[in-house]
T-cell receptor, first 113, second 114 residues
C-alpha cells in the first residue's frame, strides 16, 4: 500500500515559468512533510519542509503548500531554472517515536531552456 | 554537500553472498536511517539507529541487519543476497531525540547482485 503517491512520473516546464509538483498521501497521522531533489549518482538533497500545523512554507524560489483536508502536498518552483532539472521526492513522517519517512516514487522535472 | 559519506560507491556480488555497507554520519548527528531505493521507486525505509540501538524497522527481512558505533557511524549488513536486493542503498543522518527533523542523505552505494 503506497501511502505517499506522486502520480506524475515526469514534468516538462519552460525556463522562467512555474513548476508545480504534486504529492498525495493517505495517512492522516503524518505530521511532517519534506521535499527532496535528487540528481543522478547523488543522494537526495533536502529542499523544503512543512509541519502539518501549517499550510504554506516558503524558501526563496520554493514554496510548499499543504492541504490537509485533501491530503495533498504541492511544491511550487518560481521561476524554474535549467539547474532545477532533477527527480523530486516528497516524503512524509510517521509520528511514532522513530523518525521514519515514507517516500513517494518521484517526479522527474525537466526545465527547458 | 551534506557531510554524510558512504562506502563503497559501487559493489557487485553474486546471489547468496553477504555484503557490508558503511555510512559516516554528519558531525553532530546521532541517528542514522538506512533506505533501499530500487530502480524507478522512492527510497524505502529499512531501519534506524539511535545512540547505537535499533530504533525502528521497516518491512525488511531479518537478513538485513545493522550496527551503529560509538562515533555514530553505521553499517548495513545483508546476508544471503537475492537478485531483488540490487538497488541503491542510502543512509541518512540527523540529530534525533527531539531535535531537527531533517534527514541528510549520503550519495548512496549501488549494489548489483548477479
Amino acid at each position: 500500500d503506497q501511502q505517499v503517491k506522486q502520480n506524475s512520473p515526469s514534468l516538462s516546464v519552460q525556463e522562467g515559468r512555474i513548476s508545480i509538483l504534486n504529492c498525495d498521501y493517505t495517512n492522516s497521522m503524518f505530521d511532517y512533510f519534506l521535499w527532496y531533489k535528487k540528481y543522478p549518482a547523488e543522494g537526495p538533497t533536502f529542499l523544503i519542509s512543512i509541519s502539518s500545523i501549517k499550510d504554506k512554507n516558503e524558501d526563496g524560489r520554493f514554496t510548499v503548500f499543504l492541504n490537509k483536508s485533501a491530503k495533498h502536498l504541492s511544491l511550487h518552483i518560481v521561476p524554474s531554472q535549467p539547474g532545477d532539472s532533477a527527480v523530486y521526492f516528497c516524503a512524509a513522517r510517521v509520528p511514532a517515536g522513530t523518525y521514519k519517512y515514507i517516500f513517494g516514487t518521484g517526479t522527474r522535472l525537466k526545465v527547458l531552456a | 554537500e551534506t557531510g554524510v559519506t558512504q562506502s563503497p560507491t559501487h559493489l557487485i556480488k553474486t546471489r547468496g553472498q553477504q555484503v557490508t555497507l558503511r555510512c559516516s554520519s554528519q558531525s553532530g548527528h546521532n541517528t542514522v536511517s538506512w533506505y533501499q531505493q530500487a530502480l524507478g521507486q522512492g527510497p524505502q525505509f529499512i531501519f534506524q539507529y539511535y545512540r547505537e540501538e535499533e530504533n525502528g524497522r521497516g518491512n525488511f527481512p531479518p537478513r538485513f541487519s545493522g550496527l551503529q558505533f560509538p562515533n555514530y557511524s553505521s553499517e548495513l549488513n545483508v546476508n544471503a543476497l537475492e537478485l531483488d536486493d540490487s538497488a541503491l542503498y542510502l543512509c541518512a543522518s540527523f540529530r534525533g531525540g527531539g531535535h531537527t527533523d531533517t534527514q541528510y542523505f549520503g550519495p548512496g552505494t549501488r549494489l548489483t547482485v548477479l
